[in-house]
């Protein structure tokens, strides 16, 4: 483990060359280029909020509807662009796989790096957004707090998440082609059940006694055992209400990457230097 | 001094090696035991040595395993026997601009291609030009690599190859590629190499490429050593058998297990 970590620290010219050149290579030939990058989020947003908050009325308690929903949309997109990314990511890279001898633990790396960087640009048009329903709409939001010290704290948190997932997805998916139709399903289901569209606590409060002849006695504590119940909330507190950020939840998301790290290379140990036969 | 050395090397692969990998198909043969039967062995039994200097060229029919000993002496495949040593860099060039990102300028596959082999930004930087230089690609450097014709991309890939002076340099069938004027140059490129005592692992379906440039040939057939020793010797037992062999189907024999197809 450890002349693993040492070989992709030794190789980290290759993974930020790799991560420039996921990111060069996005929006290339666009009329609007790197403008996307806040476009990309904004428009996400804008459609989210109609669809959930005109039509079904979720977000009338919310004092800034679009940036409750910019905050958990944000957070899960970039996990989950991720994931998507990272089961094919070995594949799509054939050629270099074929034609040079490297660790292949810096493409789902790279990967990884180059979707928190368009993340953390993602930031910008939220608090843009955040500083608009402030002090032109007079929301009752504290975009200015120093809470927003703690944001840096929450992106390493979804940095571990997102790396622990890209490792072990990105190897699994070069032997089982399905995993990426599962995926998409999974990825759908897990963002439903994560306070993006609504809050945690309609969640906690609501009561679902006898939906589907299920006991839902539990359901509570399993729903919480999705990390990103807890860094949503976690986001929302700290750009939008200037409050502490729950963090005991957010230690537990961390633990959960942390965890999913470990795992990760340790498949990657094991299984890479089969990549080369079989993409 | 050895460069390379392989012991009893040999490559496992399964025949199933098909693109769709599916799950049911896994489950199916680990159910059916049939996974040990679809197995070949692509090489085996390869013991050979390169040392400074040395120019070794690899010949043999398609199918043979040329492609796969490559890709083994540039450890992008992990052997399933044996073990192969290297000492020093390893530039391989084994399908032209197979690293290059087509939607990056030729500048900055130099980078991207130079961090796949082991480079500093810094180092590529320094050889950046005299790279440029030797592609002949001028203007176009800034251009994408996708407009780049093909003469174009294999040349900047030959040339990133050659002017970051590996220790060793190993090409498989790549000589072929650009003009007259181009394939004189490269050629010339490779004696500068071997005179500085690097090492040149070289794939090729020509005979005459292989006496005039190797010093040491290894014949292989059907994933094994038939020959190994100086280049004249074996490329004229080679020749011999070539002209031995009745004509027919001598380009399709084991086509169908070549891994590089």
């Known amino acids: ?279 | 001094m050895t460069v390379i050395s392989a012991r009893q090397l040999g490559v496992r692969y399964s025949i199933y090696r098909s693109r769709t990998r599916l799950l049911r198909r896994t489950v199916f043969q680990f159910l059916s035991r049939e996974l040990e039967r679809t197995q070949f062995w692509a090489l085996r039994n390869v013991t050979l040595e390169v040392r400074e200097g040395d120019v070794l060229g690899v010949i043999g029919v398609n199918g043979a395993g040329k492609s796969t000993l490559c890709m083994a002496l540039a450890q992008i495949l992990a052997p399933d026997e044996g073990q192969v040593v290297v000492e020093g860099k390893v530039a391989p060039l084994l399908s032209l601009g197979a690293g290059f990102n087509r939607d990056m300028t030729g500048t900055e596959n130099i980078y991207l291609s130079g961090a796949l082999m082991g480079y500093q930004p810094s180092e590529m930087k320094e050889m950046a030009g005299a790279i440029a230089a030797f592609a002949e690609i001028g203007e176009f450097m800034e251009n994408p690599v996708r407009a780049y014709s093909s003469g174009m991309r294999a040349r900047l890939a030959f040339a990133i190859a050659t002017c970051i002076e590996p220790d060793v340099l190993i090409m498989d069938e790549v000589l072929s590629v650009g003009d007259a004027g181009f394939r004189k140059k490269s050629e010339s490129r490779m004696l500068e190499l071997m005179e500085r005592a690097r090492a040149i692992v070289l794939v090729s379906h020509s005979a005459p490429t292989i006496r005039g440039l190797c010093n040491v040939a290894v014949w292989l057939h059907k994933g094994e050593v038939r020959d190994y020793g100086p280049a004249d010797e074996v490329v004229r037992k080679y020749e011999e058998w070539q002209e031995a062999r009745p004509s027919a189907g001598r380009a399709g024999e084991g086509a169908g297990h070549d891994p590089a197809l």
């Open chain 1, 1 to 279: 483990m450890i002349s693993t970590i040492a070989a992709l620290w030794g190789r980290r010219d290759l993974i930020h060359t790799l991560a420039v050149s996921n990111l060069k290579e996005q929006h290339r030939n666009t009329f609007f280029g790197y403008l996307w990058w806040v476009l990309d989020p904004l428009m996400m947003t804008a459609v989210y909020t109609i669809v959930i908050g005109f039509i079904r009325g979720v977000g009338r308690n919310e004092p800034a509807f679009p940036a409750f929903v910019m905050c958990g949309l944000l957070a899960w997109k970039s996990f989950a662009t991720t994931i998507s990314q990272s089961i094919d990511v070995v594949s799509r890279s054939e050629g270099l796989v074929k034609s040079f001898s490297f660790p292949k633990a810096v493409l789902p790396i790279s990967l990884v790096i180059s979707n928190q960087v368009l993340f953390v640009f993602a930031l910008i048009p939220l608090f843009a957004l955040c500083l608009f329903y402030r002090f032109v709409m007079g929301a009752q939001l504290r975009p200015l707090a120093a809470t927003w010290a703690l944001v840096p704290l929450l992106v390493v948190v979804q940095l571990c998440l997102a790396l622990g997932g890209a490792l072990m997805f990105s190897c699994f998916g070069v032997f089982f082609r399905d995993l990426g139709n599962i995926m998409t399903h999974v990825l759908r289901i897990v963002w439903y059940l994560s306070p993006g569209l609504y809050p945690l606590s309609r969640v906690l409060k609501a009561d679902y006694r006898g939906f589907l002849q299920l006991d839902w006695s539990d359901f509570h504590s399993i729903y919480l055992l999705n990390p990103f119940a807890h860094l949503m909330g976690g986001y929302r507190d700290c750009i939008m209400y200037g409050n502490m950020p729950d963090l005991a939840g957010i230690g537990f998301a961390f633990c959960l990457g942390v965890v999913g790290i470990g795992l990760g290379l340790w498949v990657f140990q094991n299984q890479e230097r089969k990549f080369a036969k079989l993409v």
